[in-house]
């Protein structure tokens, strides 16, 4: 799950590519309001099976609403970026936590 302990409303991004971000903007459904959770402990176990690692970058809702796409990929203008295995995962409970800058 990722937790949302911020004042900020959030999109998340995942990708087991790195430094690869889509192509297209954060949609509806990675959406996490400030202080809310998003529960994807299955979605995380399918993406790292075989070993894989998996990227989760948090964007400010107010940056994704205001800046241009193109703009937000090229100034790498997300709020931080996990870089995660199955192990850290299972380490962390299963439990990604947001608490803000």
Do not use: C, Q
Not at 29 to 43: A, L, M, R, V
Not at 79 to 85: E, F, G, N, Q
Request: net charge negative; hydrophobic share 35%.
């Amino acid at each position: 799950s990722i937790y949302n302990h911020s004042d900020k409303d959030v999109y998340y991004e995942l990708s087991v590519k790195d430094p690869i971000y889509y192509s297209y903007p954060p949609v509806k459904s990675s959406f996490i309001p400030s202080n809310s959770f998003f529960s994807g402990k299955e979605k995380f176990r399918s993406i790292l099976r075989d070993g894989k690692k998996m990227y989760i970058w948090l964007f400010d809702k107010e940056i994704i609403d205001t800046t241009p796409w193109e703009e937000v990929v090229a100034k790498d203008l997300y709020l931080i970026r996990y870089d995660l295995t199955l192990k850290d995962l299972e380490e962390m409970n299963w439990t990604i936590t947001y608490e803000g800058e």
